[in-house]
C-alpha cells in the first residue's frame, strides 16, 4: 500500500484498479496534445483528445449568477444577424431598437423599413444630406431666419429693412385700433374725423366763380408753396430815416422761395416804440426787401398822391407806445399788416433771402422812432403765399 506521494518517479508496473489504476500499461499510447482522462468513477483511464463532450457547460445567469463553462455554439446565421452571447449563456440580436415596422423618420425611403417617414424639404426649409456616418443639416430661408432672429415683445411688430434683414417697430393700441378697419370709413370714425374729410378739394382752385365788379370772373387759384416765417428782434434800436435806407429789424430769412406770382404779407403781431425826440409826431414806414430788391409800403390815398403804408406812429414825446394781438395803440392812426404783390413790386424769385426794414420820418413826420426789443420783444409774421 502507498502512504506516501510519488514525485517525479517512473513507475516499472501499472497501478492495480483497487488503487485508482487501470492496470494496463499506458506508456506506449497518447500523443500531442492528447490527456489522461476516466470517463466515470471506477471506469479504466484512457489517454485521447478531450472531446467537446467532455467541457463542463456554461450555465447562464437567471438571477442568481451562473457558472464557467463551454460557452454554446452559434447557430447558422449568427454572425449574420449580429448576434452576441448574453449573460443568460444564449445567442442573441443587440436588443434596445424598434421594430423595423415602427415610424422611422429618414432621409430617404429605406428597403428594411416599412413604416419610414421620408423628411422632405418644403418652401424656405432645405436639407442637405452628409452622408453615411455624417449628419443631415436643415436650413431656413434668409427671410424666415431674420424674423426667428428677432426679440418679441410686447406692442411691437416685425419689419423687413433690407434683403434677408430685420428689426421691430412699435405698434401701438391706437395702430392697431385703425389697422384692423374694415375700410375708410370705419377708419376716419376711429380717427374722430367729420364729414370735412371727405370733402373733394380741387389743388387750389376754386369751387365757384365769385362776381367781382360788373361781371362774374374766376377768382385766382391758390398753388403752392406757402411758407410762414416769425421774424423776433429783442434789441433797442433806432431807427434811420427811410430814404437813407432804414434799418433791418430782425434776422434775414434765407433761402426762401419766392413764386413767379402771389404776394407777401407782413402783419406786425407785438412791439414796443418810443419816440425820443420829444418836439414831434414820429412815423415809421415799412419795406420789404427780397434779394436785394427793396420795396416801401405805399397807398394812394388822394388820387394819385401815394403815401407811405403800413406805417408806425408816435405822438412826440411818447414812450412805451405797445401794442399785440393787432391792437392798434395809436388809435386807428397804425396799420399793422401790409401786403406786397410779387408781380407789382418786381421782386425776383426763386430761393431769395428776404428781409424786413423800418425807416423813420416818412409823410413829412420828422421825429425819431426807436424799436425797444429789450423791454418787450418785437414779433412780426411774414407770409409768402402763391396764386395764379
Excluded at 426789443?373 to 396764386?387: K, S, V
Aim: proline share 3%; with cysteine; hydrophobic share 40%.
Amino acid at each position: 500500500m502507498v502512504t506516501s506521494p510519488i514525485v517525479n518517479r517512473t513507475l516499472s508496473t501499472p497501478i492495480s484498479l483497487a488503487n485508482g489504476g487501470t492496470a494496463a500499461d499506458l506508456s506506449a499510447t497518447g500523443g500531442a496534445q492528447e490527456y489522461v482522462k476516466q470517463s466515470g468513477s471506477g471506469s479504466a483511464f484512457t489517454v485521447g483528445t478531450i472531446l467537446a463532450a467532455d467541457y463542463p457547460n456554461m450555465v447562464g445567469d437567471s438571477g442568481a449568477g451562473g457558472t464557467k463553462g463551454a460557452v454554446p455554439a452559434p447557430a447558422a446565421g449568427d454572425a449574420a444577424a449580429d448576434k452576441y452571447l448574453k449573460a443568460d449563456a444564449t445567442w442573441a440580436a443587440p436588443g434596445g431598437g424598434a421594430a423595423t415596422t415602427e415610424p422611422y423618420v429618414t432621409i430617404g425611403n429605406t428597403a428594411g423599413l416599412s413604416a419610414e417617414r421620408a423628411l422632405t424639404a418644403g418652401d424656405g426649409i432645405a436639407i442637405a444630406d452628409g452622408g453615411a456616418n455624417s449628419t443631415a443639416t436643415i436650413s431656413v430661408d434668409a427671410e424666415l431666419a431674420a424674423i426667428a432672429g428677432l426679440t418679441s415683445a410686447a406692442d411691437k411688430v416685425p419689419y423687413f429693412t433690407g434683403s434677408g434683414t430685420a428689426a421691430v417697430a412699435d405698434f401701438t393700441a391706437a395702430g392697431r385700433a385703425l389697422i384692423d378697419d374694415a375700410n375708410a370709413a370705419a377708419q376716419r370714425t376711429t380717427l374722430g374725423l367729420g364729414t370735412a374729410a371727405v370733402e373733394a378739394v380741387d389743388s387750389g382752385t376754386w369751387l365757384a366763380t365769385a362776381a367781382i365788379a360788373a361781371g362774374a370772373v374766376t377768382a385766382p387759384k391758390l398753388a403752392t408753396p406757402y411758407e410762414c416765417h416769425d421774424i423776433t428782434h429783442t434789441s433797442d434800436t433806432a431807427l434811420a430815416t427811410q430814404v437813407s435806407g432804414g434799418t433791418q429789424i430782425g434776422a434775414t430769412l434765407s433761402s426762401i422761395v419766392i413764386p413767379t406770382s402771389g404776394i407777401i404779407r407782413l402783419t406786425l403781431l407785438a412791439a414796443e416804440f418810443d419816440e425820443t425826440e420829444s418836439s414831434a409826431t414820429a412815423r415809421a414806414g415799412m419795406a420789404i426787401d427780397v434779394g436785394g430788391t427793396k420795396v416801401w409800403g405805399t397807398s394812394d390815398t388822394t388820387a394819385g398822391t401815394l403815401t407811405y403804408r403800413p406805417y408806425i406812429q408816435a405822438d412826440s414825446g411818447a414812450t412805451s407806445v405797445i401794442w399785440s394781438k393787432n391792437y392798434d395803440a395809436q388809435g386807428g392812426n397804425t396799420v399793422t399788416i401790409g401786403t406786397w404783390d410779387i408781380v407789382d413790386a418786381s421782386f425776383p424769385t426763386g430761393a431769395r433771402d428776404v428781409q424786413l426794414y423800418f425807416g423813420d420820418n416818412v409823410d413829412s413826420q420828422t421825429g425819431e422812432i426807436t424799436i425797444t426789443g429789450t423791454t418787450h420783444t418785437f414779433r412780426a409774421m411774414i407770409e409768402i403765399i402763391a396764386y395764379t
